[in-house]
Every structure is written in structure tokens, then in C-alpha cells.
């Protein structure tokens, strides 16, 4: 009795008189009235009867799936009371007519596709979860698309039918320009997102005759509307079709149609299944915690039923308990992005480090200039340099913004202890031809110099998650004195003067040594002695004011390094770094080597790169990481490993990318014994040896056999893969020589053979577009909604691999195309079209475990995370 009843006002908590014939009830109640004392269980045996004929037929079945049996289903678990806030409320909240958004009806339409993008085909109704326990993981299918049909009601009500009614209105002037370019990327998103075919998300599910007719006839008219339209003017083109549309009464009708039927498909096909669900039950256990829970019927100014508050953080509190499925990834958006616009816009002035912001001394730790000049710096293991040989003797803030990180920390700290062996290099080896790469660094006296690009980390920034202050840059001019001793090469004497700085003006820098160099060396009477320029470098070090001193020194050398980049923005330096990097790695590679590498990268495995020569290290490491744009790589990398650091690094159990020289001893011990799992790049060799054991991500088991089998596959994957791509790109690099066996004499890509590079840049990108294709239709940005601005929320995107995996298919089969004309990059010197199959698309069939590895790397998440989130289909 009292569980079937209210406490305060006597009235059922569950009526299910209507299941019961009203003589039953009748009858007792009766009988109950004249009852007094203990009630025997007897009494209900007709009631128990007459559920168990109930239970056995369609009626019971029914109760199942009613709200009523949800409610006790809640109430029997011990949780809180069911709430069911009117669909049409929540909906009506989120319009643009309305006076107010209602962070709460956002909220709530959150949970709502939450459910949706975890639900499974065989979803079980009744959870019967435990309110402690997280959703269980099962092996059915994920119902792909299911968020599809109520993202893109919400996608028309907010944005697409809004942009369409200001578009009707707006006057002829500027104004126009604006609404008609945004409701140009409504269109293209609604079409990419929905109901693009075999493609949208709308085409995942299954619809009525009269919804999918409804899809139909707004496809029609949007192709209708491209086609019929032959300006050859991109933006006139654009506004044309725009125009064609706001004239076209149906589609506007026909859009809000698809609105409300898409509705009402949720409301009939999943509303019900996502109140019995453990989500709905965690929604309400959130409402049940909140101070202010409006009745049902009260309304606001609208005329919709007030939605009930969920707790803070609820959304939050959600994803803590949640088991996401396979098939759905959680990122984390990225909350630091560079302002590169306003990065562009600012230029170099007296404030702003166009060049370097220390400068270094690093000289022997025993060589001292009142010391006998034959004094020695002995290494028993010629040519292996041991760094605790020297020592940095002066160092100098030479820019305002060094002076500023000096101040908030000491310069001792600032520099890593081992930037000593970024900065110097052992002496040369002896080559069989005078006139090679030496040329130049060895002169008079036994005098080896050396102007040498590093990179070391930055002490200063490395809790920053700007990647972009990760590192020094840095130039330094090495002079080693070489004498023979017992028949064996000794350094006699060395000294190195290094630049460094936190942005990448290596250019200005390594401009600034060389004019210092050329005046204080090969400008003088001594013809090319750099004994004098020594010595001098010495008698500083004995300076009481040392710092100055230097400062003083490399000024006027400093000015003339920065002059041809007064005038430039503060990214100028950078990027023309990034270019000539990028021409030393298109230069050093062949284009199926090329390829290899590039691939091996974007799948994030484990790469050594060497060389004699280590600015080449730095050159082609920056080089490597320009042709991974827009992406950018998340581990790891060194491009010059200290010795010391060497053997360690290589074992690294992450992925990494790092630079060995093979100036010395140990980096060539170290290269005979690298892990299987490592693949090397030999820079001076234009090769690249792939790795044995190739890591990857793929949802085969985890047993052991697998992984071999597999990391055998996807190795086969990743070379049949290269040599195509690289015949791709040798095509593009040099024509004539790719295709010396076709039968036709002219060219069709007409590139010139001097723009290898820009070939180079465009088909990396060109296949990366490809490869990351439809990527943002498959995102859903999930944000708990705040009523206060200054409050930062959790935020998450959800991302669907299931369909993303399912798009890539589709690119491979010309079965999912854009609305709109848009440059293919690989296709240079051809005439786009709408329909055209890309050229760089992958088939599930021959690279299922490359996609698969890529789509699940760090490279991949942080690309993920940093979309806008106005670029997916629900936000």
C-alpha cells in the first residue's frame, strides 16, 4: 500500500488500476474496508491471477516500454525520482526567437547526445545498472549515425534557418557581403554534415518514405542550384546559388519540415529507449541535486514549459562514469593555440628579439692564455669529444627579452647542463678529396672552423605547452686548434662563441657570427690565423665585467645580422628557415625515400636521424616537421642528442624523432646497435631503413602472434603505400624523368623543375587534406553550458571512428563528394570537378591498418582537439 501510494496526499505514486478490470479493484476494496487486524496474503490471489494472464500477453509488453515502468524501475533501484522534462520545452529553449538560450536546455540536449553516439544496435531497454557502476561495455555494433537526425534539426533551428531569414532581409550593401559569405559555410556544412549522399549522417539511418523524400528534394535543389549556375567568378558564383536558393520557396519549407520530422523520428525512435537508459537515470540523479526544479507546467515567457537545473559540472560528472564504446574516442580540445594572425601582423622593432638574446662563451676548462700555447686538450678516443672538457665561461642578455628571463631566473638555470655539446664539435675527419664538404673550415695553423645550427631545450618554457618556446635556437662558431702528439690528433686549443635565442632567427644569427668571423679572421694582415681572435676571445673571459664586454663586442655584428629583417613581420626569420629546411629535405631524399619517411612520421613511429654534418640534423629534423602541416608532431624530439644522452634516448619507449651526429665514435657504436623498432634515416645516404617492428593501433587482439602478424602487415602497408605516393610526387618533381615510358609527349601536371619543393609541400598536404577528410562531420563538441562567462567548464569532443573509417571507404569509391568546387592540391594543371575521385584517398581494403594507426595516434587527437568547434555538426 505504501509503495503504491503517496505519503502526502494518499494518491498513487504508480497507478496501475489502469491494468486491473474495475470489479477487481472494486472488489478489493471492499474487502480491505471490512478487514481489520493482519491482512491475509489470500486476499490479492485474484489480483495475482490476473497479472499472471497479463504478463503473458501484448499488454505487458507494452508496459515495458512505458514511462510508467521506467519510473518504477528508477524507484526500485533505490535512485531518485524519474524526470521527464517535455521534449518540445527543451527544443523551444534553444530557438533564436526565443527570449533567452536556457543553459539548462542545452544541458540536457547534451545527455541527450551522449546516449545517441554510445547507443548500439541491440541496446538493451533496461540497463538494471547499479548507480556506482559505469555503462557496461558489449560487443554489438554502435548504431552509426543515430545523433545524426536530432543534431540536424538543432543545426536548422539554430543555424541554418536563421542565417536564411537574415539573408532575405539584408539591404544591398556590406552588411549583405557578410550574412551571404556565412550562410555560404551553413550550406556547405549542412551538406558535408547531412545529407550529402552516401556521405551525410543522415544517410547512415533509416527514415520514412516521407523524410527521406524530404532529403531528396533538398538535395535537388542544392546540386540544382550549383549546376544551373555558370559564372566563372568563385565569389559571384557563390552569392548566384545563394540567391537561386532565398528565391526558392520550398527549400525553406521543405527544410522545416525535415526539422520537425527529424524531431519526431528521435521522439519516436529513441526518446523512449534514452529515458529507460542509465544516462537519462545519471540526468536525473544531477536534477535531483539542484535547489530549483520547476513544476511541469509552470511556463516562461515563451510559452514553453520551464526546463529543470542540473548541478554543476554535471557533464563532467558524466564522462567520469561513462564507458565510452569502441567505435567513439574522447578528446580534450586544445586550450593554448597561437595567435598566428597577430603573430603575422607585428613587426620587428627595438622590443622584439630579430636576433639573438644571449650570447655564450664556451672555451677548455684547462686551457688558460698565460698557459703554455701547447697546452693540450687530450682525448684518448679520438674523434669522441668529451664534453666535461669545457665549460661555459661567459654568457650575455643581449636583447630586452633576454634581459627579462634573466631576471625571473638565473642563468644557470635558464641553459641546460648539457648545451655544451649542442655548441661544440669535435674535430674533422680526414677525407681522401681536398675539395669536399670541408671546404673552408680548415685554415692556417692546424685551424678547423666550424658555424654550426643547433637546437637545445629550453629550461626557461618547459612548463609550457607551447610547443613553439620548447626549444633554443641557436648558431655557435667553433674554432679547434688540431696538433699531432705520439702520432695521434689532439686539440690543441677550442673556443666556440654561440647565439641563442627563443624564436627562430637562426638567419640573423648565423648572418652575425659570419660578419664577426669575416672581419676579425679572413679580413686580416695574418692570412686566416685565428690565433689573434682567440686570444682575444681569452683575455675577455679574464674581464671583471665580462657580460658587457661581450655585449659590446658582437653589437655592431648583431645590427648588420638583423637588417635585412627590420622591416619584416616577427614570423619572416621562421619561415624563411622552414623553406630552405624544406629544400634540404626534398634535396637529400629521393621521392619514394621521401615518401617513406613522411608516412612513417604521420604514423608516429620511432626515427633517428644522422649525419657528418649536424646543421644538416637540424635542417632536415625542421624540414621533416614543415611537411607534416597543419599537423605537428606531439613526442618527443632532439634533432642534435648529446652523446651523454644518446644511448638512453634510443630506448625511449614512446615515439621520438631524433638527431645522432655521426661525427664521433659513439654515434656510429651507437647505430649498430639500434632497437628493431626504430626506423633509420641516413641523411648523407639519401636512405631510409624502415623499421622491423612497426607500432601501430588497430582493433586486432591483443595477443602476441597478432601484433607480429600485424606489425608485418602494416609494414608491407606502409611500403606499397610509399612507393605509390612517391611515384606521385617524382611525377610532380620531375616529369620527364617519371614518365619517360608513357607514349604522350606533352606534360599534364606542368610543373617546373624548379619549384620541386612547392611540389613537394602541395602533395604532403594534399594527401594529409585527404587523409583527415570529412574528419569535423564526425566531431560532436560537448561543453557543460554556464549562465556565468567567467566560469571555465570541462570540455570535450566526441569523436565517431566508426563513421569516420566509414567516410574513407566512401572518398576511395567517389561516393562522398562537396557541395561546392574546391582546388584539389595533387591535381595541379587540371580542371577540377565536383564529382572527381581523389586522387590520394586510401582503400579500407589495401590500407586498413595504415588508417587504422593513424587514426588512433597523438597526432591524430591533437588534431582532433584543436577544431573549432562552429565546424562540427553539434556544439
Wanted: proline share 4%; aromatic share 8%.
Amino acid at each position: 500500500h505504501n509503495f503504491f501510494v503517496r505519503p502526502e496526499s494518499r494518491e498513487p505514486l504508480f497507478d496501475l488500476r489502469p491494468l486491473f478490470p474495475q470489479e477487481l479493484i472494486d472488489d478489493l476494496q471492499e474487502k480491505l474496508n471490512k478487514k481489520s487486524g493482519e491482512i491475509n496474503r489470500a486476499l490479492f490471489r485474484s489480483i495475482e491471477v490476473h497479472l499472471e494472464i497479463t504478463l503473458v500477453g501484448t499488454k505487458f509488453a507494452s508496459f515495458l516500454l512505458s514511462d510508467e515502468c521506467a519510473r518504477m524501475r528508477a524507484y526500485m533501484r533505490g535512485t531518485v525520482s524519474f524526470i521527464d522534462p517535455p521534449l518540445d520545452s527543451i527544443i523551444g529553449h534553444l530557438s533564436p526567437i526565443a527570449s533567452q538560450v536556457n543553459v539548462s536546455a542545452c544541458n540536457l540536449l547534451r545527455f541527450m547526445v551522449v546516449y545517441l553516439l554510445c547507443q548500439k544496435e541491440n541496446d538493451a531497454l533496461d540497463k538494471n545498472f547499479d548507480n556506482k557502476t559505469a555503462i557496461a561495455s558489449q560487443e554489438t555494433k554502435r548504431s552509426i549515425g543515430s545523433a545524426g537526425g536530432l543534431s540536424c534539426s538543432i543545426f536548422i533551428l539554430r543555424t541554418l534557418q536563421p542565417l536564411l531569414n537574415e539573408a532575405s532581409k539584408t539591404p544591398q550593401h556590406d552588411k549583405e557581403k557578410d550574412v551571404i559569405s556565412k550562410l555560404i559555410s551553413a550550406l556547405e556544412d549542412f551538406w558535408d554534415f547531412f545529407v550529402a549522399p552516401r556521405g551525410g549522417i543522415l544517410d547512415s539511418c533509416s527514415y520514412s518514405n516521407e523524410t527521406n523524400d524530404l532529403i531528396e528534394h533538398i538535395r535537388e535543389a542544392l546540386v540544382k542550384s550549383v549546376e544551373s549556375c555558370h559564372i566563372v567568378d568563385r565569389e559571384k558564383k557563390l552569392e548566384a546559388i545563394v540567391r537561386s536558393l532565398l528565391q526558392d520557396g520550398q527549400f525553406s519549407e521543405n527544410l522545416s519540415r525535415l526539422r520537425d520530422d527529424l524531431l519526431f523520428d528521435y521522439h519516436i525512435n529513441h526518446h523512449s529507449k534514452y529515458k529507460a537508459h542509465a544516462i537519462h537515470e545519471w540526468m536525473c540523479a544531477e536534477a535531483s541535486q539542484t535547489s530549483k526544479i520547476m513544476c511541469e507546467n509552470e511556463r516562461d515567457n515563451d510559452g514553453h514549459t520551464f526546463t529543470l537545473n542540473l548541478r554543476g559540472n554535471s557533464v563532467s560528472r558524466l564522462f567520469r562514469k561513462l564507458d565510452i564504446p569502441k567505435g567513439v574516442s574522447r578528446h580534450r580540445p586544445a586550450h593554448a593555440i597561437l595567435d598566428s594572425a597577430k603573430m603575422e601582423n607585428n613587426i620587428g622593432d627595438a622590443k622584439c628579439n630579430i636576433n639573438a638574446d644571449f650570447a655564450i662563451i664556451f672555451s677548455a676548462r684547462n686551457y688558460d692564455v698565460e698557459s703554455d700555447e701547447n697546452a693540450t686538450v687530450t682525448n684518448n678516443d679520438f674523434p669522441v669529444f668529451d664534453r666535461l672538457g669545457f665549460r661555459r665561461s661567459v654568457t650575455a642578455s643581449i636583447s630586452e627579452h633576454g634581459k627579462n628571463i634573466s631576471e625571473r631566473m638565473p642563468l644557470e638555470q635558464i641553459f641546460p647542463v648539457t648545451m655544451v655539446s649542442y655548441a661544440m664539435i669535435p674535430p674533422l675527419k680526414d677525407r681522401s678529396f681536398k675539395e669536399s664538404i670541408d671546404f673552408g673550415r680548415k685554415i692556417k695553423n692546424g685551424w678547423e672552423v666550424s658555424l654550426v645550427n643547433f637546437m637545445a631545450p629550453n629550461n626557461a618554457n618547459k612548463n609550457s605547452n607551447d610547443q613553439a618556446n620548447q626549444f633554443f635556437y641557436g648558431v655557435t662558431l667553433v674554432l679547434n686548434q688540431i696538433g699531432n702528439h705520439s702520432d695521434k690528433k689532439e686539440v690543441m686549443k677550442a673556443i666556440a662563441i654561440s647565439l641563442v635565442a627563443e624564436r627562430n632567427v637562426i638567419p640573423a644569427m648565423r648572418s652575425s657570427l659570419m660578419k664577426l668571423y669575416e672581419e676579425k679572421v679572413l679580413l686580416k694582415a695574418n692570412d686566416k690565423d685565428c690565433s689573434s681572435f682567440v686570444s682575444s676571445l681569452k683575455k675577455l673571459e679574464a674581464d671583471s665585467d665580462s657580460s658587457t664586454s661581450l655585449s659590446v663586442l658582437l653589437e655592431p655584428y648583431l645590427k648588420m645580422g638583423s637588417s635585412p629583417w627590420v622591416d619584416q613581420t616577427l614570423t619572416k626569420q621562421a619561415k624563411f628557415f622552414e623553406r630552405s629546411s624544406l629544400e634540404f629535405l626534398v634535396e637529400s631524399l629521393s621521392p619514394v625515400p621521401l615518401s617513406l619517411l613522411f608516412l612513417t612520421t604521420l604514423l608516429e613511429q620511432k626515427i633517428v636521424v644522422t649525419s657528418q654534418r649536424r646543421s644538416a640534423l637540424v635542417s632536415f629534423i625542421v624540414g621533416m616537421q614543415s611537411l607534416l602541416s597543419p599537423m605537428s608532431w606531439p613526442h618527443l624530439i632532439v634533432p642534435t642528442v648529446p652523446t651523454s644522452l644518446a644511448n638512453d634516448l634510443v630506448q625511449y619507449p614512446a615515439p621520438f624523432i631524433i638527431g645522432i651526429p655521426l661525427d664521433n665514435k659513439e654515434g656510429m657504436d651507437l647505430l649498430k646497435a639500434l632497437p628493431d623498432d626504430v626506423t633509420l634515416v641516413d641523411v648523407d645516404a639519401g636512405r631510409v631503413i624502415l623499421t622491423k617492428r612497426f607500432l601501430h593501433h588497430s582493433d586486432a587482439s591483443d595477443k602476441k602472434n597478432d601484433q607480429q602478424l600485424n606489425s608485418v602487415a602494416i609494414r608491407s602497408q606502409v611500403l606499397l603505400l610509399a612507393e605509390t605516393l612517391g611515384n606521385v610526387l617524382g611525377v610532380y618533381q620531375s616529369d620527364s624523368v617519371w614518365r619517360c615510358d608513357s607514349p604522350l609527349i606533352d606534360s599534364h601536371v606542368h610543373v617546373e623543375s624548379s619549384r620541386k619543393i612547392e611540389a613537394a609541400q602541395k602533395i604532403a598536404r594534399s594527401f594529409i587534406q585527404e587523409l583527415t577528410s570529412g574528419l569535423n562531420t564526425c566531431c560532436y563538441w560537448i561543453q557543460e553550458e554556464v549562465n556565468e562567462t567567467d566560469v571555465k567548464t570541462e570540455q570535450n569532443i566526441l569523436f565517431d571512428e566508426d563513421r569516420f573509417l566509414l567516410l574513407k571507404e566512401l572518398r576511395s569509391q567517389d561516393q562522398y563528394f562537396s557541395l561546392f568546387e574546391s582546388e584539389d592540391l595533387a591535381m595541379i594543371g587540371h580542371e577540377s570537378s565536383i564529382t572527381h575521385a581523389p586522387i590520394l584517398s586510401l582503400t579500407m581494403t589495401d590500407f586498413n591498418l595504415v588508417i587504422e594507426t593513424f587514426l588512433r595516434g597523438q597526432m591524430m587527437s591533437s588534431f582532433v582537439s584543436s577544431q573549432d568547434k562552429r565546424t562540427m555538426p553539434f556544439w
